[in-house]
């Protein structure tokens, strides 16, 4: 399976210590890329559309990100992380470490099916849907939240650029100058897409991850931003 950039990669293929996640193998129907419809009949009968891979987000137990990640990949799944580097003091001295971007979030790319399969498997400790409170279902229950494609390999995109000055923030935080969707046309965060705004005291573009926040790039000069006439 081909490892996205950005991935913080456990070392020596453990998990990290403390860690209770217990690698369960799933039946080969369901790995790989399987189509459901092809699964036992324990998924039950899905409809066209839940066959489709789509990238869920979970939510993690606090500081377990990478350990939950691990045990995702080995039974198959595509998974992001997206990770930084952070100034932190420690015992009185200041010391740089790599952290997870957006903490207690893993996005994970499975079918429906997949998904529902892999959190209800007993070895899952620490994950669960990350709801989206913005929408509800027939029975009026909030569905697992869902990144659009396009909009995931963006935020992809963005969070693998090395640069200490990307920032997660909240949408409040951003002080858009217009609707206008851009791209950005040089430098190191070219061929990102999103809207101008300022934050933090800079100008920058901003991509939205509808129901979770705002990711931002370092400050970006006007001649680097082309209007786009299409939204994404």
């Given amino acids: 399976m081909d490892t996205l950039s950005n991935v913080y990669i456990r070392e020596g293929g453990n998990l990290l210590s403390g860690a209770r996640l217990t690698p369960r193998t799933f039946p080969s129907q369901y790995k790989n890329g399987v189509s459901v419809e092809n699964a036992p009949h324990e998924l039950g009968d899905t409809r066209q559309q839940e066959q489709i891979k789509q990238?869920?987000?979970?939510?993690?137990a606090y500081h377990h990100?990478?350990?939950?990640?691990?045990?995702?990949?080995?039974?198959?799944?595509?998974?992001?992380?997206?990770?930084?580097?952070?100034?932190?003091?420690?015992?009185?001295?200041?010391?740089?470490?790599?952290?997870?971007?957006?903490?207690?979030?893993?996005?994970?790319?499975?079918?429906?099916?997949?998904?529902?399969?892999?959190?209800?498997?007993?070895?899952?400790?620490?994950?669960?849907?990350?709801?989206?409170?913005?929408?509800?279902?027939?029975?009026?229950?909030?569905?697992?939240?869902?990144?659009?494609?396009?909009?995931?390999?963006?935020?992809?995109?963005?969070?693998?650029?090395?640069?200490?000055?990307?920032l997660f923030v909240d949408r409040s935080q951003c002080h858009f100058k217009s609707g206008d969707h851009v791209v950005v046309t040089d430098g190191d965060f070219r061929g990102i897409e999103g809207r101008v705004a300022r934050?933090?005291?800079?100008?920058?573009?901003?991509?939205?991850?509808?129901?979770?926040?705002?990711?931002?790039?370092?400050?970006?000069?006007?001649?680097?931003?082309r209007m786009k006439t299409i939204e994404f």
């Fill in 55 to 60: 990238w869920f987000v979970l939510r993690v």
């Fill in 65 to 166: 990100e990478q350990a939950a990640k691990d045990w995702l990949e080995d039974l198959g799944f595509d998974t992001y992380l997206a990770m930084h580097d952070a100034e932190k003091e420690m015992n009185g001295k200041k010391k740089r470490v790599r952290e997870p971007l957006i903490p207690n979030l893993l996005f994970a790319h499975a079918t429906k099916g997949e998904m529902g399969f892999a959190l209800a498997a007993p070895g899952n400790a620490y994950l669960s849907y990350y709801y989206d409170h913005f929408r509800t279902n027939a029975d009026g229950k909030n569905p697992p939240l869902i990144v659009p494609d396009k909009q995931m390999d963006n935020f992809i995109h963005l969070t693998s650029i090395d640069n200490d000055h990307i």
């Fill in 199 to 225: 934050v933090s005291r800079q100008q920058r573009v901003v991509v939205e991850l509808d129901g979770i926040g705002c990711i931002t790039t370092a400050y970006i000069p006007k001649a680097f931003i």
